[in-house]
């Protein structure tokens, strides 16, 4: 038998073996959805502000999975944690691409780790992160965690209504100093200015919707400015120098440092140091470097401050589990210093507080897209290749029998009869799944507590008053974009016990 006629047969019995599979396959039917409108689908019919909302309407009618077309792309909506592993976790193999790689590159955004497909190079940022920010790592970055969080007193007894500035300082100075070993000279530091003005640039669009826009109409790119659309092509011109500022300038400053040989120790230098000699390096290592600190600065110090943001929220509007927990830190830890990692075991309602804030507002209320690279079954319904998966994470925490009441803010709810912290870790969905979980997630942890616990120990944070003494009541403005947080609301913090400089300059001293 020749060699041709044995290929022949064999091709055609992997045909024969392909072809029921595949009809089995597409065969079966999409998840339940929204009906949509040629071209652009169900853009229009998403809350562009908070798609979380239109997503719980549709689970409702739908279910926990559902599929939709935003601007053409297939996608399917996720509102069950349990299936959310399944295929993000358990077949991750398949569900770890990303299928927006064109409209990130359009927008200058396919520096960001969460953006690239997963390749060689992705690969490399998450092996950087790794060296860096593992679990085993965090503990080293605890001294500087609460030194930053003692400044951030400072800045607060100094400026109470400036708490909103004071917390985005504080959370760009804590990721700055990991990443660059920058300490940054004031609230209106220039680096830090600089790169939260490209922030203000990339997380607007960030968001699949808006990759979605330039996916269906990519002429907008190419439009004169001055033409009726023009504004969209200039933000995005505007866009792109500074994403290469924010990228470019941190790295040149601890390259320069290190040159002078007064480098302290960061991800950014360690990382330089780690790649001399080595044999394995990839030719575009500075690169990948440059964009893997670019990612974590935008996504670290984002997610922080609208953490803490969200904190303090939650504290001017209950009052009680304030009280709550500032009782059981003076038991703890008296008044005469401060809470430290030492003591965190010990505060388990810290840590419920912490979780109840994510959980109650999840920093990311709706995942990043995770690309499907391969046609898949799941439950009966087909999930074709090509599409992106969504996971409502909002949805998930917000599920009624998972979380009675869950609009109210009870941290009670992660404890246990005795008062010991829970297993439920629910508030880890909101830095993703499967191989696109977040690396850093333990050290924006400890960020947010040392922060938490510092700030409970010595403020209370009441409802602002009018001026006949009435409360006002707040009515935050909730952000737009990937991470959403109350801003513009009004409240009071005041010192628990007076002396409280006085406990800062001596908890610095014993760091």
């Known amino acids: 038998m020749s060699t041709r006629l044995i290929s022949g047969v064999v091709c055609a019995l992997a045909l024969a073996l392909a072809i029921p599979r595949w009809r089995s396959k597409r065969s079966s039917p999409l998840p339940p959805g ?74 200058s955004l396919d520096f960001n780790t969460a953006w690239l497909p997963y390749t060689d190079t992705w690969r490399f940022h998450r092996r950087i992160y790794h060296l860096s920010l593992r679990q085993e790592v965090v503990p080293k970055y605890r001294p500087m965690q609460l030194r930053r969080a003692y400044k951030v007193i400072e800045d607060l007894l100094e400026d109470p209504e400036g708490f909103e500035e004071h917390l985005q300082a504080h959370s760009a100075a804590i990721v700055m100093s990991v990443l660059y070993g920058y300490e940054t000279a004031s609230k209106k530091d220039p680096m830090v200015s600089m790169i939260e003005t490209a922030n203000d640039y990339i997380i607007p669009f960030g968001t699949p919707a808006s990759m979605g826009i330039v996916k269906a109409f990519p002429f907008l790119l190419s439009i004169p400015t001055w033409l009726p659309g023009g504004k969209f092509r200039q933000a995005v011109m505007d866009g792109k120098k500074q994403v290469k500022e924010m990228l470019e300038v941190p790295y040149q400053y601890v390259v320069k440092s290190m040159k002078m040989g007064i480098a302290p120790t960061s991800m950014t230098a360690d990382m330089l140091q780690w790649s001399e000699g080595k044999d394995d390096v990839p030719d575009d290592f500075e690169e990948c470097l440059m964009n893997a600190g670019g990612t974590a600065f935008q996504a670290g110090a984002d997610t922080t401050f609208t953490t803490l943001q969200g904190f303090v929220y939650r504290m001017v509007t209950n009052p009680e589990a304030q009280k709550r927990a500032q009782a059981q830190i003076d038991a703890v830890v008296g008044t005469d210093r401060l809470p430290d990692f030492e ?31 391969n046609d898949d079954i799941y439950e009966g319904y087909f999930i074709p290749k090509g599409a992106i998966v969504l996971v409502s994470t909002w949805e998930i925490l917000h599920d009624e029998t998972r979380y009675p009441e869950p609009m109210a803010f009870k941290p009670e709810r992660f404890l246990n009869a005795d008062g010991s912290i829970g297993d439920d870790m629910c508030h880890l969905m909101t830095f993703g799944f499967g191989r696109r979980l977040c690396p850093g997630r333990h050290f924006a942890l400890a960020s947010v507590w040392s922060a938490v616990a510092c700030m409970l120990a010595t403020f209370n944070f009441e409802k602002a008053k009018d001026a006949q003494g009435r409360d006002i009541e707040p009515n935050p403005r909730w ?23 006085e406990r800062v300059a001596r908890a610095r001293v014993l760091l």
Not at 345 to 369: D, G, K, W
Request: with cysteine.
């Open 479 to 501: 952000t737009p974009g990937l991470t959403s947080r109350p801003t513009d609301f009004p409240c009071r913090i005041t010192p628990r016990f007076p002396g409280t400089a």
């Open 343 to 373: 003591d965190r075991e010990s505060l388990p309602l810290i840590e419920a507080i912490v979780r109840e804030t994510i959980r109650a507002m999840p920093t990311v209320p709706v995942n990043l897209p995770h690309g499907v690279t």
């Open 34 to 107: 929204p009906t949509g409108l040629p071209h652009i689908g169900n853009i229009l019919q998403i809350d562009p502000e908070k798609p979380y909302l239109t997503f719980r309407k549709w689970r409702r009618r739908y279910g926990d999975i559902f599929f939709c077309r935003v601007w053409g792309q297939n996608t399917i909506v996720v509102s069950s944690e349990k299936i959310a592993r399944e295929l993000l976790d358990k077949r991750s193999s398949n569900y770890s691409d990303k299928m927006l790689v064109a409209e990130s590159k359009a927008y």
